[in-house]
């Protein structure tokens, strides 16, 4: 992590906010945060985000000290097309898709192919909505920002041919972002 930086670093915030939902959302508590990669990736039709399981790709992937069994990817949608509360459901309706009985794994229960996107968005917002009753305003200003900031991206990312190597903080790196969130919407956090 370069600190010397001016712009913002996203990620270890986006940790504390999905560290924060773990912890004070009941359908999520099974889940242990430090064992998910969060990284922005490119785009993928019109994905805000997706996760999947590491396992299946990788023999292990250790990231500042953690090991990390999902990924959790931000797509050029979360970062362009969204305000605090938007981006908010996204991070909710993701970390849905995560087994919390074996939080290594993705809940089949709510994978798309049994759960409709819809049904699991419609669960994720309202869940995203009394969340947001219950905490502080100002642990979320994150979500708010526009402009640029540093994110965790891959340098290198496991695919299914790289499933005997493992993965580590040399395969990561800091690099820009855009974010743009509509001019009554956003906030400052850093």
Not at 113 to 140: G, N, V
Request: hydrophobic share 40%; glycine share 6%; proline share 7%.
């Amino acid at each position: 992590m370069n600190l010397l930086d001016p712009r913002p670093h996203l990620t270890p915030a986006l940790e504390r906010v999905v560290l924060d939902l773990c912890l004070a959302v009941p359908e999520l508590r099974g889940l242990k945060p430090d064992a998910i990669l969060v990284v922005a990736l490119a785009a993928h039709g019109n994905a805000a985000a997706s996760v999947r399981e590491l396992s299946r790709v990788a023999r292990s992937v250790s990231v500042e000290g953690h090991r990390r069994a999902i990924e959790l990817g931000l797509r050029p949608p979360f970062f362009l097309e969204g305000d605090a509360a938007r981006r908010l459901g996204t991070l909710v309706h993701e970390l849905l898709h995560i087994d919390p009985g074996d939080p290594t794994r993705l809940y089949d229960q709510n994978r798309h192919q049994r759960t409709s996107h819809a049904a699991l968005e419609k669960q994720a917002r309202a869940l995203a909505a009394r969340y947001l009753e219950r905490t502080d305003p100002t642990a979320l200003l994150c979500l708010a920002h526009h402009g640029e900031v540093l994110m965790r991206q891959w340098k290198h990312r496991p695919f299914e041919t790289t499933r005997g190597r493992r993965f580590d903080d040399d395969d990561v790196f800091e690099g820009p972002v855009v974010m743009e969130t509509p001019a009554g919407l956003r906030g400052g956090w850093w």
